[in-house]
């Protein structure tokens, strides 16, 4: 199985898996205790065409409040190694094609994430040190087969010699920002052939007491 296969699987299991959480409430018709106490109604607004809230972003027009911080020549790392850790193939393009690196540079640049971005940045600082300690050049500059070779020393974190392991955690740090960022594409997810919430042949309609419930016909809905 390859590389980019596993991290497909990965993806699918974590999104069923945060997907069985999911429960649907009945509209809460009284004030909440929070609301109460605080006057904030936390519940989202009805309309859903309303403008975003802190607690229900307007999603039909998103925008990021804060500045991306990743210099140039990180943002050039950061792609290069996107694209070592899902290239593209046959089917898909690779992961530098889709704006993942918008994605990491975003995350990583948010309030409350300074961690992660010392991490990232420490991270691909030591991917170029060690590419031109051992080949001479930049980790960008390099040849796949010996970017692969420098991951793979950091690739899983259990199997890397103790003073690797830094390097490893911001290696399963990136990877996981990359797979994100990948498959909540429109192109990521044709690839792992999600097709959403859309009607099927075999679909009949609402059942006759839903439409009762809501006051609908089925002529309402042709």
């Not at 420490?122 to 930049?138: C, D, K, M």
Request: hydrophobic share 40%; glycine share 8%.
């Amino acid at each position: 199985m390859t590389r980019r296969a596993v991290l497909k699987v990965i993806a699918t299991t974590t999104a069923l898996g945060g997907a069985a959480g999911i429960s649907c409430a009945e509209p809460q018709e009284e004030p909440s205790a929070h609301e109460a106490l605080s006057g904030f109604d936390p519940l989202p607004p009805r309309n859903p065409l309303a403008a975003g809230t802190p607690t229900d972003p307007d999603l039909l027009a998103p925008s990021v409040p804060w500045d991306f911080v990743l210099t140039d020549e990180e943002r050039r790392l950061a792609s290069v190694l996107a694209d070592v850790i899902l290239p593209g193939d046959d089917r898909s393009p690779p992961a530098s094609a889709v704006g993942v690196v918008d994605y990491v540079d975003e995350f990583v640049s948010a309030p409350g994430h300074e961690e992660l971005l010392a991490m990232v940045r420490g991270g691909l600082v030591w991917l170029n040190r060690t590419a031109q300690e051992r080949f001479g050049a930049g980790f960008a500059d390099i040849s796949a087969d010996q970017q692969r070779e420098i991951c793979d020393q950091v690739c899983f974190e259990p199997a890397a010699l103790p003073s690797l392991k830094p390097q490893a955690r911001f290696f399963d740090l990136f990877r996981d920002l990359v797979s994100t960022g990948y498959w909540t594409t429109d192109e990521g997810m044709r690839d792992l052939g999600y097709v959403g919430n859309v009607p099927l042949p075999s679909f009949d309609g609402p059942p006759p007491e839903v439409l009762q419930r809501l006051g609908l016909s089925g002529e309402d809905l042709e």
